[in-house]
């Protein structure tokens, strides 16, 4: 078993407060059982692309404020009003074909709640996958999802593994949580 000391090297000489560390130790990796913070995740990855991860991280609170707490309903329904409020929105990314990805998903995960019961369902019911699988499987059903936000939606949420070296504390924690992670 890994020591306290122990962490993944690209976090280990980060201070506790600096927000990767904070998000490493407390959300990477780990599952979400609730469809709305799933698609919380897809949005902040959907939006991480191109930019750094500290940009995302030091905006996740704007992004819950400005997508109505991730609610999958009501950014659904979003209308041409509310891709004009993101738009403008200094506090978020705004780019025109991320945002109107997130809705088109949002859409689309309405449809899939339909269908299997939940977001969550539809992804246990495709689990486990390898990452090619999956990045097909995304790429098919969603809009502005390649293999890098595919993939790192999926080792976020615990569906892949890779968030964590085998040595990291962390690593340790989330096994033991997450059954998932015993059958990919």
Not at 2 to 30: M, P, R, S
């Amino acid at each position: 078993m890994a020591n306290e000391t122990t962490y993944c090297n690209y976090i280990k000489n980060l201070d506790k407060n600096n927000v990767h560390k904070i998000y490493h130790d407390t959300q990477y990796g780990y599952t979400l059982d609730s469809d709305n913070e799933l698609f919380g995740r897809l949005i902040l990855e959907i939006n991480q692309a191109g930019l750094s991860w500290n940009t995302i991280l030091n905006k996740q609170d704007n992004f819950r404020k400005a997508y109505s707490n991730y609610s999958i309903k009501t950014i659904a329904n979003y209308d041409d009003k509310a891709r004009t409020r993101l738009l403008n929105d200094t506090g978020i990314i705004r780019n025109r074909l991320k945002i109107n990805a997130v809705i088109y998903n949002a859409q689309i995960i309405i449809q899939i709640q339909k269908k299997f019961g939940s977001f969550q369902s539809w992804l246990d019911n495709n689990h486990p996958k390898t990452r090619d699988e999956w990045v097909k499987l995304f790429k098919k059903t969603f809009k502005f999802t390649g293999g890098e936000i595919t993939n790192e939606f999926l080792m976020s949420t615990g569906y892949l593994k890779g968030a964590h070296q085998k040595n990291c504390i962390i690593y340790e924690k989330i096994l033991k949580e997450n059954p998932k992670w015993n059958t990919n």
